[in-house]
Each structure stands twice: as C-alpha cells, then as structure tokens.
C-alpha cells in the first residue's frame, strides 16, 4: 500500500515511498481543484449531509432510498476534506466557489477530486478504468470500510480518485488522505486537531488502498457530544456503547450501538415486575434461595435460564425492545449476565453445563427468536448479538452448539480483567496472571473448539480498579494488539474513553484505534510523530516522561486488585502478612462490596477472584527477581514514580507554546491523581509492615495528608463512582486509615 505527498509527513498506517508526479489542490493561496460527488436530489452536500441529521430513528434510516445514505455519508465526507483543505492553505471557507463541491454528474475540467462512486463523471471512470483490478481486490479488500485512492493524468487537469467500498469506506479513504496530508486528530477537542499551514498543497502520484484488519472498532464511550463521534471517525471506529445522538447523524459516520451488557435481563425482565408473581424465573442462590436482584447489576446470580417460560418471556421482550422499545435503534444486543454475577444453582441450569454453556444457549435461543422476527418482518434490520468470555464464563464451551446456531451474527467479547499489562499478553513467563488468559484464548480461537464465531477483545484502559489512573499502554498494545491479530480476533473495544479531558489517554485512543485498522503499524513512527505533534519542543522531555511512568504504574493490576484486596484482609485480620500477597488464609468470602470506587469498599472479607488466583511474585515490598512472573516491585514502582515527576517538573518548567503548556498541563493533572494515590498506598503499606506503633502513627498521619490530598482532588472527567468527585473515594483505603486510627488512637 503506497501513499505520497510532497508536503512529505509521516503515513502513519503505512511506510510509503516518494514516487513521481504531482497534481496542485492549492497553488500559492490559489485553489486548483473541484471536489466532486455524488449528491442525488440534493442541492449541495450541506443539504444533504444535514437530511441525515435530521433522521430521528434506525427505522426512519433503512427506509430511505440508499441514494440518500450514500449522498448524506459522501456529501459529508466532501464538506470534510473541503474543510480541512481550506484550514491547510488558509483559504474562505465561507466563499462557495473555493474548492467547490459539486455532483458527480458534472462535466468539470481542471483538476478534480472524485469521492465514492466514478461512474456518474466521464473523466473519473476513464480514471477508473486504468485500475488494475487485482491490485485494488487486495488492497481495498472486500469490506465497506475499505478504499482505494489514485491519481490519473489526463487532458483536462488530473483526478484524485477516492473510492470506497461502500460509502463508508469513502469516508475513511476521504480521512486516509488528509491524514495523508499531514492532518492529526488527536482528541475530541479542536485543540488537538493539526493541520499544518501549506500555501501550495500538492500530491503526488497515488495508487494505494486499505481495509481494517479487525471489522468492528469500538469504545465504550461517555458520548456527550459530537465531538467525539467525529473523532472516532476520523480515526476510522465503527462502534459505541455509551451515550446517543440522532440515528442519522451516527449511521451517517458509521457507528454501531450496542446494548445490553450487563443489565441484559433486567432491562427485558425487570424484577419489580416479574419477581413476585414468578419468582422461579430468577437465580437461585447457592444457599437454595431465589435471588431478587439489586439496584445494580453486579454481585447477583444470573437469572434462572433452563426456564422454559423465562426464555420465552426474553424472547419476547428482546423482539418488542429492538422493534419499538427501548433497543429500537441497536444494531449490537450483548448478552452478558450481571458483572462478577454466579449463576443459578437449581439442578435444570445445572444440566445445562458450565456457565460459559448455559450463556451460548441463551445466545442461541435469543438467535433463534431473532431469525423468527426476520421470517415475519417483524424486524427489517441486521442485529448482531455478542456474548461475554468474563470470569466465570472465560473459559470456552465444553458442549458443541447447535448445527443452526447463528455464527455469522454472533460474537463473543473476551475480558481478561486482571490480566498484567507489564508482561506482553502471550508470555508464558506471567505464569501467574497472563498465562490463564492466553491459555483461555487460545482455546476460544482453536480450529477444534466447539464455538466457531468471531472473537472480540475487550480491553480495561480507563475502568474498575484503571479508572482515572494514569496508566500507559503503549508498549502494552504495540505488543499484544499485533497478537490478538494473529489469533484472528474481529476486533476489539475499551472500558471507558472519557468524553474529554484526556491527558495521556490521548496516546492510548490514537495508537488503539490506528492499531485496530492495521495491527503492524509503524509504532516508533507514530510515537514519533504524535509527541513532534503533540508537545512540540518539550516532545523530548515528554517522551522521557511516558517511559518513567509507564515503569511506574505498568505493574498495577497487581496494586490495584491483588494489592488493594490484600490490604483489607490484613485491615481485618492483622496477624496475615501482608507478603506474599497470595498467602491469604482461609476467610469466607461473602463480599458484594470489593472493588476500589465503591462507597461500601473494603466492607467484606476477600479470599480470591473468579477466574484466576492472587498472585505471589509479581509485587514484592523490596526488589525481587523470580525466573517467572518478575515485574516492578514496590520499591522499583515508587523509585519510577519519584522519576516521572521529575521529568514532569522539567517539562512543566519548559518554554513551550500555550497550547502545548495546556496539555502538559492536562497530562500533570491525571498524573497528580496516579502520584497522590500511590502515595497513600505507601504510606498504608508501611503504617501495615512497621514493628512498633509510632512508626505506625507516623505513616497513618502521612497516609492522611495524601488522603485529604484527594478527597480534594477534582476529576477532570466523570468520577470513578460515576457520582462523587472524590479522588480519594476512588483509591478505595479510606476504611483502612478510619480502622487503624482507631487502633492507635488517632481518630
């Protein structure tokens, strides 16, 4: 795949070569070229890109005439590329007859760009006709997202040719070009948008296309705004879930919605409707009990699923909510069960197999009243369903599923919660967290296993015990996504992109979503040309800053779970050692209420996780080095930390251009957070480990200075409770400060 462009930036989705030829777009201030495409019975692409705007449902928008979608898409993405063409050469965006956009049916000399379709203009088909076939098969692929780009001399001044596979795909092929050209969206804020400033913009010879390397690209977002719907376009993602807007404008830039998760049964089969009448519906509890779930969907027992009627009831409910209800605009329904949710003990589910079985045949029962709506019209759309590898269900089925079992419609999401993110991925020497994962995977993705669908990677960057937490992750996923590509994973998807106020998570956003339309990306290239771009003269010191935090806080899964729960044992039972983290002796495990975030954490008692044992050797106190699982003990985590910010003193003291102070800025502000946290885990660590108690006194009273630190501390996004804007809430060591105050009398 080839791309040129004599304003020379750096491709970052391929390495490109110079080659010869050249055509002007802009020529001293002057525009040169006519962008046309296909616009239908609208007037303008304003008008057609706004018709979109105003569709209010799903239904509204299959039910218009296709030439409509494909004019509101491509009309779009001409309003795009002339936008930005005209913020490039500083010219009158405002005057109509600078880079006009026009239809395609237009006989226009000069140069001119063609975006979708060449076959309405003569001189965009002739180019089109000099294609070589073969070439454009393998580059372009056989997605809608893919494109091909060429350029073609001719008599009447030279054609761009951007032709998607879809429009769609005209669209990415529309942001590939700019991109191209130098242009960088970096977050949802303008501020972060680089365009550089060309007088003459011109290209060279094009003959190249792409396709995703993974179909589906998506976020579980906080949409609050537009903003980041354009963002993630721009950076070629497909799907949400998370917030809204209206049904055309997301459908016109391409976005799946999905729903579900894991308030799947109770959004269809609400408790307080159902459970009096049938409580036989609901799980049964290990202790014989029918469970009347919560107000939240976590810590209940899965409903009961060999029901007969139950199922039926779902089924019913779930054609109801995609047709007119709540789900009417779905194009993704996730089944998941409730978070860290047992499943039902009666001895009918038991029957049924293992947790990963019973939630495969509640898919296919779900599947198979969808293709039912399908045969009686009752639902004219496509509608995927993804399942949930997770915990009790990570491991795949043991059962084969049924010969008519939806496999092209269906997707499982795997989440390895937990997993270590200072080992690569498929490293056998995490032994004690990564190993179970990847064993897990493999087996999911196995030619012999008995689930055949698309697997989908679900990854933690910014949620649970990350939330908030300045975490790097690109060596992380320069290592692990190329690896999920080779087990042919379909795509992947975070928890949680904030809706701004991203600091470092900027890096994370624009390196996953490049990484998921094309794994092998040109990594040292694009860290590159992100901090050159981002920070500007302080990219030096700032990338000095991201490898010493990365050291600093690429070890905290196992602080902030293993750790974070070890902590509380010891705050309830002093006479357990602190290390190894994994000796916890043998305590009931009765706790709705531990995870960091909770207003309740640390309430009760803690033995192990679901799906995985506590570690041993990945976190020490002092430096330790096993053969396996060795990563950065406490000592080695608070030394990088020290280090961290004193490059980010360096940086913030550094003579750069406001904007660029504003985002350094915004990164210290995150990174306060991570430091002030870290802090009161030490002092909490030591104030555990000190042999008398005025050692102790002395760390609880440093433990609550940093505590006060953050409950002032103001989150730049959401909170991690979703509520209160408390830092220290978040860290989740409150109740063990309030417990040994009143143990050494210093309440």
Same mark, same amino acid.
């Given at each position: 795949?080839?791309?040129?462009?004599?304003?020379?930036?750096?491709?970052?989705?391929? @390495?490109?070569?110079?080659?010869?030829?050249?055509?002007?777009?802009?020529r001293e201030?002057?525009?040169?070229?006519?962008?046309?495409?296909?616009?239908g019975?609208?007037?303008?692409?304003?008008?057609?890109?706004?018709a979109?705007?105003?569709?209010?449902?799903?239904?509204?928008?299959?039910?218009?005439?296709?030439?409509?979608?494909?004019?509101?898409?491509?009309g779009?993405?001409?309003?795009?590329?002339?936008?930005?063409?005209? *913020?490039?050469?500083?010219?009158?965006?405002t005057?109509?007859?600078v880079?006009?956009?026009?239809?395609?049916?237009?006989?226009?000399?000069?140069?001119?760009?063609?975006?979708g379709?060449?076959?309405?203009?003569?001189?965009?088909?002739?180019?089109?006709?000099?294609?070589?076939?073969?070439k454009?098969?393998?580059?372009?692929?056989?997605s809608?997202?893919?494109?091909?780009?060429?350029?073609?001399?001719?008599p009447g001044?030279?054609?761009?040719?951007?032709?998607?596979?879809?429009?769609?795909?005209?669209?990415?092929?529309?942001?590939?070009?700019?991109?191209?050209?130098?242009?960088?969206?970096?977050?949802?804020?303008?501020?972060?948008t680089?365009?550089?400033?060309?007088?003459?913009?011109?290209?060279?010879?094009?003959?190249?296309?792409?396709?995703?390397?993974?179909?589906?690209?998506?976020?579980?977002?906080?949409?609050r705004?537009?903003?980041?719907?354009?963002?993630?376009?721009?950076?070629?993602l497909?799907?949400?879930?998370?917030?809204g807007?209206?049904?055309?404008?997301?459908?016109?830039?391409?976005?799946?919605s999905?729903?579900g998760?894991?308030?799947?049964?109770?959004?269809?089969?609400?408790?307080?409707r159902?459970?009096?009448?049938?409580?036989?519906?609901?799980?049964?509890?290990?202790?014989?009990?029918?469970?009347?779930?919560?107000?939240?969907?976590?810590?209940?027992?899965?409903?009961?699923?060999?029901?007969?009627?139950?199922?039926?009831?779902?089924?019913?409910?779930?054609?109801?909510?995609?047709?007119?209800?709540?789900?009417?605009?779905?194009?993704?329904?996730?089944?998941?069960?409730?978070d860290?949710?047992?499943?039902?003990?009666?001895?009918?589910?038991?029957?049924?197999?293992?947790?990963?079985?019973?939630?495969?045949?509640?898919?296919?029962?779900?599947?198979?009243?969808?293709?039912?709506?399908?045969?009686?019209?009752?639902?004219?759309?496509?509608?995927?369903?993804?399942? &949930?590898?997770?915990?009790?269900?990570?491991?795949?089925?043991?059962r084969p599923?049924?010969?008519?079992?939806?496999?092209?419609?269906?997707?499982?999401?795997?989440?390895?919660?937990?997993?270590?993110?200072?080992?690569?991925?498929?490293?056998?020497?995490?032994?004690?967290?990564?190993?179970?994962?990847?064993?897990?995977?493999?087996?999911?993705?196995?030619?012999?296993?008995?689930?055949?669908?698309?697997?989908i990677?679900?990854?933690?960057?910014?949620?649970?015990?990350?939330?908030?937490?300045?975490?790097?992750?690109?060596?992380?996923?320069?290592?692990?996504?190329?690896?999920?590509?080779?087990?042919?994973?379909?795509?992947?998807?975070?928890?949680?992109?904030?809706?701004?106020a991203?600091?470092?998570?900027?890096?994370?956003?624009?390196?996953?979503? *490049?990484?998921?339309?094309?794994?092998?990306?040109?990594?040292?290239?694009?860290?590159?040309?992100?901090?050159?771009?981002y920070?500007?003269?302080?990219?030096?010191?700032?990338?000095?800053?991201?490898?010493?935090?990365?050291?600093?806080?690429?070890?905290?899964?196992?602080?902030?779970?293993?750790?974070?729960?070890?902590?509380?044992?010891?705050?309830?039972?002093?006479?357990?050692?602190?290390?190894?983290?994994?000796?916890?002796?043998?305590?009931?495990?009765?706790?709705?209420k531990?995870?960091?975030?909770?207003?309740?954490?640390?309430?009760?008692?803690?033995?192990?996780?679901p799906?995985?044992?506590?570690?041993?050797?990945?976190?020490?106190?002092?430096?330790?080095?096993?053969?396996? @699982?060795?990563?950065?003990?406490?000592?080695?985590i608070?030394?990088?930390?020290?280090?961290?910010?004193?490059?980010m003193?360096?940086?913030?003291?550094?003579?750069?251009?406001?904007?660029?102070?504003? *985002?350094?800025?915004?990164?210290?502000?995150?990174?306060?957070?991570?430091? &002030?946290?870290?802090?009161?885990?030490?002092?909490?660590?030591?104030?555990?480990?000190?042999?008398?108690?005025?050692?102790?006194?002395?760390?609880?009273?440093?433990?609550?200075?940093?505590?006060?630190?953050?409950r002032n501390?103001?989150?730049?996004?959401?909170?991690?409770?979703?509520?209160?804007?408390?830092?220290?809430l978040?860290?989740?060591?409150?109740?063990?400060?309030?417990e040994?105050?009143?143990?050494?009398?210093?309440?």
């Amino acid at each position: 795949m080839k791309v040129y462009s004599v304003l020379l930036p750096l491709l970052l989705f391929q @390495n490109v070569p110079v080659v010869a030829g050249q055509q002007f777009i802009v020529r001293e201030s002057v525009a040169q070229a006519t962008i046309l495409v296909h616009l239908g019975r609208f007037s303008s692409a304003q008008t057609a890109s706004e018709a979109a705007d105003r569709i209010g449902s799903t239904q509204e928008w299959f039910a218009a005439d296709p030439s409509d979608r494909a004019a509101a898409t491509e009309g779009f993405a001409a309003l795009e590329l002339r936008h930005h063409l005209c *913020r490039m050469a500083g010219l009158d965006e405002t005057d109509p007859q600078v880079l006009p956009i026009v239809d395609s049916s237009r006989d226009v000399s000069g140069t001119v760009i063609q975006l979708g379709s060449p076959l309405e203009n003569r001189r965009a088909r002739d180019a089109y006709g000099a294609l070589d076939p073969g070439k454009v098969a393998v580059e372009a692929g056989d997605s809608p997202d893919g494109f091909y780009i060429y350029s073609y001399a001719d008599p009447g001044g030279g054609i761009i040719l951007i032709r998607g596979n879809g429009p769609i795909g005209t669209l990415y092929g529309t942001y590939a070009f700019l991109d191209s050209l130098g242009v960088r969206w970096f977050s949802p804020s303008e501020r972060d948008t680089i365009v550089p400033r060309q007088t003459t913009i011109r290209v060279g010879s094009l003959d190249w296309g792409e396709h995703p390397a993974m179909g589906y690209r998506q976020l579980y977002a906080d949409i609050r705004n537009k903003e980041l719907y354009f963002w993630m376009a721009r950076n070629r993602l497909n799907g949400y879930a998370g917030g809204g807007a209206s049904q055309g404008f997301r459908r016109k830039l391409g976005m799946m919605s999905a729903v579900g998760q894991h308030g799947f049964f109770t959004d269809l089969v609400s408790p307080e409707r159902h459970y009096e009448a049938h409580p036989e519906w609901f799980g049964m509890a290990g202790n014989g009990k029918r469970n009347l779930p919560d107000d939240q969907p976590v810590y209940n027992v899965n409903y009961c699923t060999s029901n007969s009627a139950l199922i039926r009831e779902l089924q019913k409910d779930l054609i109801i909510a995609l047709d007119s209800g709540k789900w009417k605009d779905a194009d993704i329904v996730e089944i998941w069960g409730f978070d860290a949710g047992k499943w039902c003990a009666c001895s009918e589910c038991r029957k049924l197999g293992t947790p990963t079985d019973r939630l495969l045949n509640l898919v296919y029962q779900m599947g198979q009243a969808l293709a039912e709506a399908r045969r009686e019209r009752r639902l004219t759309r496509p509608v995927k369903t993804f399942l &949930l590898s997770y915990q009790e269900t990570v491991q795949p089925p043991t059962r084969p599923l049924p010969e008519d079992f939806d496999r092209a419609s269906t997707a499982v999401t795997f989440f390895p919660i937990r997993r270590c993110y200072f080992h690569r991925f498929n490293d056998p020497d995490c032994a004690e967290l990564n190993l179970y994962y990847d064993t897990s995977l493999r087996s999911w993705t196995s030619p012999h296993a008995h689930y055949r669908g698309k697997v989908i990677i679900g990854e933690y960057y910014n949620l649970s015990g990350f939330r908030e937490f300045p975490v790097i992750f690109k060596n992380s996923m320069g290592n692990d996504i190329p690896y999920f590509a080779e087990r042919g994973v379909a795509g992947m998807n975070y928890m949680l992109c904030p809706a701004g106020a991203w600091g470092h998570r900027a890096l994370t956003n624009y390196q996953f979503a *490049r990484q998921m339309w094309n794994p092998r990306s040109d990594l040292r290239g694009l860290w590159n040309d992100y901090f050159q771009n981002y920070y500007g003269p302080a990219a030096k010191v700032m990338q000095e800053y991201y490898t010493a935090l990365e050291q600093a806080m690429s070890n905290a899964t196992a602080w902030r779970y293993d750790l974070w729960q070890k902590l509380h044992v010891v705050n309830r039972h002093p006479e357990v050692p602190l290390f190894p983290i994994g000796n916890i002796p043998p305590i009931s495990w009765y706790g709705k209420k531990n995870f960091p975030g909770s207003k309740e954490a640390g309430q009760d008692i803690f033995l192990g996780f679901p799906e995985r044992s506590v570690i041993s050797d990945h976190l020490r106190f002092e430096e330790f080095h096993p053969p396996r @699982n060795d990563a950065p003990d406490w000592i080695e985590i608070m030394a990088s930390l020290e280090n961290a910010r004193r490059i980010m003193n360096q940086a913030l003291q550094a003579e750069t251009p406001a904007t660029v102070k504003t *985002r350094i800025s915004e990164d210290e502000h995150l990174f306060r957070y991570g430091e &002030l946290a870290l802090h009161l885990y030490d002092h909490v660590i030591r104030m555990i480990l000190a042999k008398d108690q005025d050692q102790q006194k002395a760390e609880l009273r440093a433990g609550r200075s940093y505590a006060e630190k953050l409950r002032n501390y103001t989150f730049g996004g959401p909170a991690p409770d979703g509520e209160t804007n408390n830092g220290l809430l978040g860290v989740g060591l409150e109740p063990i400060l309030k417990e040994y105050g009143r143990r050494l009398q210093l309440e």
